[in-house]
C-alpha cells in the first residue's frame, strides 16, 4: 500500500517557500469582536455628505396653482387658428362639415318592415323538409367531435340486417329472389309470418322458410383445382366421389359449388354460401367467361377451326365461343374461350365436328385462375377478387 504523502509537501520532500510569491503570514488577521475596536485598519470610511445639499429646500409644486385639465385645452383639428398645421380639408380654411346620414326614421320603418318579413316565412318544419322532434324515436346520428361532422348510424351498427339479406346468408337464394320468398308468406321471424319488404332482423331472431330454421353465416369464398374422376355434387345414391369430400373441414360454414363440372373435366371450381353471388356467376344474361384447355384424340383440321369460330347450329341453339386459338406444339391442342354455361357444351361442340375430347381443363373462371394451385387442393379468396366478382355485372 502506497504511503500517504505529507500535508502541503511531495514525495521529494517538504515544499519550500518561493521568493517570488507574496507572504501573507504576516498580516494581522481580523477580528470580527465588536468589544475590539483597538484595530482601525479595516474600518471603512464613513460616507460624507454635503451639508448645503442636504439643507436645500425642497421643491414645491403647489405654487404653480391647479393643473390645467385636457378638456380645457383647444382642438387644433377644428380650430379657426390659420397656423394650426391640422385644419380640417374645408374651403377657407374653415372645419370640415359633418357628415349628414340618413333620416332616423326612415332606417327605423326599413328594420321594422325587415322583421315582419322574416315572421311571414315559414320554418323548414312548417314547409315539411324536415319532420318535428320525437324523442320516442331512437336518433339516427352521433356527433363525432373528432371530425367535426355527423356520422351516420347505420342497421349494422345497431346490430340489424336486413330480412332478405339474412336468407341470402344462409346460401338460400339472391336478395332479389329472398324478396320474393318474402311476398309470398314463405318466411317467419320469431313464429310470426313477415311479408313486409325491408323489414330488419337481429342475429337472434329465429327466421324459419318452410318450416326449417336458417343460420346467417359469414360468408366464405374458396377455390378448388378439381381432379379427374370427381364429380360436382353435394351427395350421390351411387356412392362415387365427390368435390366435397376434398373441402372438407376448410371451414365451419357450409359451402356449395359454383356451377358444375362433369366427372372427367378437371380445374377451377368455386365455392361459397353467398347465394347472392352464386345466382350471379351462374345466370346467362351475366355472360361470365370461362377459358378451357382441350386435347383431342386427332389434329383438328383448318376447315373445322373456321367452322368452331364461326359458330356451330347444335340441337339446342346455335353456339359461338367468344375466342379460339391452338394451345400446344401441335394442333390437338386447343384453347377456347366461352361465357355459355350450357351443359357439356365443350365436348359437345367438338362431338359435333367428330373429335374426342380427350383431356379437358377449366384454366380461368370469372377472371379466377388455378395459378399456385396443385391439383386436389384449395384456396381462400384475397379480399381484391372477392370484390372483383362482386364488381362484375
Same mark, same amino acid.
Given at each position: 500500500?502506497?504511503?500517504?504523502?505529507?500535508?502541503? &509537501?511531495? /514525495?521529494? &520532500?517538504?515544499?519550500?517557500?518561493?521568493?517570488?510569491?507574496?507572504?501573507? +503570514?504576516?498580516?494581522?488577521?481580523?477580528?470580527?469582536?465588536?468589544?475590539?475596536?483597538?484595530?482601525?485598519?479595516?474600518?471603512?470610511?464613513?460616507?460624507?455628505?454635503?451639508?448645503?445639499?442636504?439643507?436645500?429646500?425642497?421643491?414645491?409644486?403647489?405654487?404653480?396653482?391647479?393643473?390645467?385639465?385636457?378638456?380645457?385645452?383647444?382642438?387644433?383639428? =377644428?380650430?379657426?387658428?390659420?397656423?394650426?398645421?391640422?385644419?380640417?380639408?374645408?374651403?377657407?380654411?374653415?372645419?370640415?362639415?359633418?357628415?349628414?346620414? *340618413?333620416?332616423?326614421?326612415?332606417?327605423?320603418?326599413?328594420? *321594422?318592415?325587415?322583421?315582419?318579413?322574416?315572421? !311571414?316565412?315559414?320554418?323548414?318544419?312548417?314547409?315539411?323538409?324536415?319532420?318535428?322532434?320525437?324523442?320516442?324515436?331512437?336518433?339516427?346520428?352521433?356527433?363525432?367531435?373528432?371530425?367535426? %361532422?355527423?356520422?351516420?348510424?347505420?342497421?349494422?351498427?345497431?346490430?340489424?340486417?336486413?330480412? +332478405?339479406?339474412?336468407?341470402?346468408?344462409?346460401?338460400?337464394?339472391?336478395?332479389?329472389?329472398?324478396?320474393?320468398?318474402?311476398?309470398?308468406?314463405?318466411?317467419?321471424?320469431?313464429? /310470426?309470418?313477415?311479408?313486409?319488404?325491408?323489414?330488419?332482423?337481429?342475429?337472434?331472431?329465429?327466421?324459419?322458410?318452410?318450416?326449417?330454421?336458417?343460420?346467417?353465416?359469414?360468408?366464405?369464398?374458396?377455390?378448388?383445382?378439381?381432379?379427374?374422376?370427381?364429380?360436382?355434387?353435394?351427395?350421390?345414391?351411387?356412392?362415387?366421389?365427390?368435390?366435397?369430400?376434398?373441402?372438407?373441414?376448410?371451414? %365451419?360454414?357450409?359451402?356449395?359449388?359454383?356451377?358444375?363440372?362433369?366427372? +372427367?373435366?378437371?380445374?377451377?371450381?368455386?365455392?361459397?354460401?353467398? &347465394? !347472392?353471388?352464386?345466382?350471379?356467376?351462374?345466370?346467362?344474361?351475366?355472360?361470365?367467361?370461362?377459358?378451357?384447355?382441350?386435347?383431342?384424340?386427332? +389434329?383438328?383440321?383448318?376447315?373445322?377451326?373456321?367452322?368452331?369460330?364461326?359458330?356451330? !347450329?347444335?340441337?339446342?341453339?346455335?353456339?359461338?365461343?367468344?375466342?379460339?386459338?391452338?394451345?400446344? !406444339?401441335?394442333?390437338?391442342?386447343?384453347?377456347?374461350?366461352?361465357?355459355?354455361?350450357?351443359?357439356?357444351?365443350?365436348?359437345?361442340?367438338?362431338?359435333?365436328?367428330?373429335?374426342?375430347?380427350?383431356?379437358?381443363?377449366?384454366?380461368? =373462371?370469372?377472371?379466377?385462375?388455378? %395459378?399456385?394451385?396443385?391439383?386436389?387442393?384449395?384456396? =381462400?379468396?384475397?379480399?381484391?377478387?372477392?370484390?372483383?366478382?362482386?364488381?362484375?355485372?
Amino acid at each position: 500500500m502506497e504511503k500517504r504523502r505529507p500535508q502541503g &509537501g511531495s /514525495k521529494f &520532500g517538504p515544499k519550500k517557500s518561493s521568493p517570488f510569491k507574496k507572504d501573507f +503570514n504576516d498580516k494581522p488577521k481580523r477580528s470580527f469582536d465588536k468589544d475590539n475596536t483597538s484595530d482601525k485598519s479595516f474600518d471603512k470610511p464613513k460616507r460624507s455628505f454635503n451639508k448645503d445639499a442636504s439643507d436645500k429646500p425642497k421643491r414645491n409644486f403647489s405654487d404653480k396653482g391647479e393643473r390645467p385639465s385636457f378638456s380645457d385645452k383647444p382642438n387644433r383639428r =377644428f380650430s379657426k387658428d390659420s397656423s394650426s398645421p391640422l385644419l380640417g380639408r374645408g374651403t377657407g380654411g374653415e372645419a370640415k362639415p359633418k357628415r349628414a346620414f *340618413a333620416d332616423r326614421g326612415e332606417r327605423a320603418k326599413f328594420y *321594422a318592415d325587415k322583421n315582419e318579413r322574416s315572421k !311571414e316565412k315559414k320554418s323548414s318544419f312548417e314547409r315539411g323538409e324536415r319532420a318535428p322532434y320525437d324523442p320516442s324515436k331512437p336518433k339516427n346520428y352521433k356527433k363525432d367531435y373528432s371530425k367535426k %361532422k355527423d356520422v351516420v348510424i347505420t342497421n349494422a351498427d345497431k346490430g340489424l340486417i336486413r330480412l +332478405n339479406k339474412y336468407i341470402a346468408n344462409a346460401g338460400i337464394c339472391s336478395r332479389r329472389e329472398a324478396d320474393d320468398l318474402i311476398k309470398s308468406g314463405c318466411v317467419s321471424v320469431n313464429g /310470426k309470418v313477415i311479408s313486409e319488404l325491408g323489414y330488419t332482423v337481429k342475429a337472434t331472431d329465429e327466421v324459419n322458410y318452410s318450416g326449417a330454421r336458417l343460420k346467417s353465416e359469414k360468408h366464405v369464398y374458396l377455390l378448388l383445382n378439381k381432379p379427374k374422376d370427381y364429380i360436382t355434387t353435394a351427395d350421390d345414391e351411387r356412392g362415387r366421389k365427390t368435390v366435397m369430400e376434398l373441402v372438407a373441414g376448410a371451414c %365451419k360454414q357450409r359451402i356449395y359449388p359454383v356451377g358444375r363440372l362433369d366427372r +372427367n373435366t378437371t380445374g377451377l371450381l368455386l365455392f361459397t354460401n353467398d &347465394g !347472392e353471388l352464386t345466382k350471379k356467376l351462374t345466370h346467362p344474361k351475366h355472360e361470365i367467361e370461362k377459358l378451357y384447355h382441350v386435347e383431342l384424340d386427332k +389434329n383438328l383440321k383448318q376447315d373445322d377451326f373456321m367452322k368452331l369460330k364461326e359458330g356451330l !347450329e347444335l340441337e339446342d341453339g346455335m353456339i359461338k365461343p367468344d375466342e379460339v386459338s391452338y394451345a400446344g !406444339e401441335t394442333k390437338r391442342e386447343v384453347g377456347i374461350r366461352i361465357h355459355s354455361g350450357r351443359n357439356r357444351i365443350v365436348r359437345r361442340m367438338f362431338e359435333h365436328l367428330g373429335y374426342d375430347v380427350l383431356r379437358l381443363d377449366r384454366t380461368m =373462371f370469372a377472371g379466377l385462375t388455378k %395459378k399456385n394451385i396443385p391439383r386436389a387442393k384449395w384456396r =381462400f379468396l384475397t379480399e381484391n377478387e372477392i370484390s372483383f366478382l362482386k364488381m362484375l355485372k
